[in-house]
């Protein structure tokens, strides 16, 4: 794989948990409320356990969170708004238009939707830390990738996938048991046993046949008759 498409990959994949995941860090719905919509996010579930002493809140069934351009559900969801702390449990998906404000990389934009999938999503919007457990998928156009553990740490520029990872852009792909992207510096480390890249061959265009030059035509010289010497006239001839 190139390190200009493996960085294309890393890169969507970092800003999907960013965007995705912002509508996550709203604000607590009131509990006699099923559901919370303001200017800028929605918050749909049919149940809510609040406590605003705390902070602390459950949604026990089906919840989402919505914002224009971007949605996650997941089976149910517990969280601290006081701390800016919420996570997704069971079939969690992450859809982005690849629209969000907050992604003006052209890596991200311009490449179409993105969707992430997993088991558990955590978000700590004050830390500005996002984990994806079990299960992760990513996909965003031809590029796709997995792990068993992603995390994102937009405060120190870090993503780190750990356990199993795939990572695939276009046909060149790499396997390794972790790798570690520098989202500001754009290092790459991976370390598996071993690390597998691999990379379509590049098809040369088959040679043009060469035009067989067609046989030089000439044109015959005309044929040229003798002229013939005068014959010499016999002696006393006047």
Do not use: W
């Amino acid at each position: 794989m190139t390190t200009h498409r493996f960085l294309n990959l890393l890169l969507p994949l970092g800003l999907v948990l960013t965007c995705g995941t912002t509508a996550l860090a709203a604000p607590t719905p009131s509990p006699s409320a099923p559901g919370l919509q303001t200017a800028a996010y929605r918050i749909e579930t049919d149940e809510t356990k609040a406590n605003f002493n705390t902070g602390d809140f459950t949604m026990p069934h089906r919840v989402r969170f919505f914002r224009p351009g971007t949605d996650a559900i997941g089976d149910r969801a517990q969280g601290n708004s006081k701390r800016g702390t919420v996570s997704l449990f069971g079939n969690v998906v992450v859809h982005d238009s690849g629209n969000a404000s907050e992604a003006s990389d052209a890596a991200y934009k311009g490449s179409g939707p993105a969707t992430l999938t997993c088991d558990q999503l955590d978000v700590d919007s004050k830390a500005r830390v996002y984990t994806a457990t079990g299960n992760f998928h990513f996909t965003q156009g031809t590029r796709t990738g997995s792990a068993n553990r992603a995390m994102l740490d937009r405060t120190a520029g870090t993503l780190h996938l750990e356990g199993n990872v795939h990572l695939s852009d276009n046909g060149s792909t790499i396997s390794a048991n972790v790798v570690d992207y520098n989202l500001n510096t754009k290092d790459v480390q991976t370390h598996g046993s071993p690390t597998i890249m691999t990379q379509p061959a590049t098809q040369q265009p088959a040679p043009a046949p060469r035009a067989t030059p067609a046989a030089a035509r000439h044109t015959p010289a005309p044929r040229r008759t003798p002229t013939r010497a005068p014959s010499p006239k016999p002696s006393g001839t006047p």
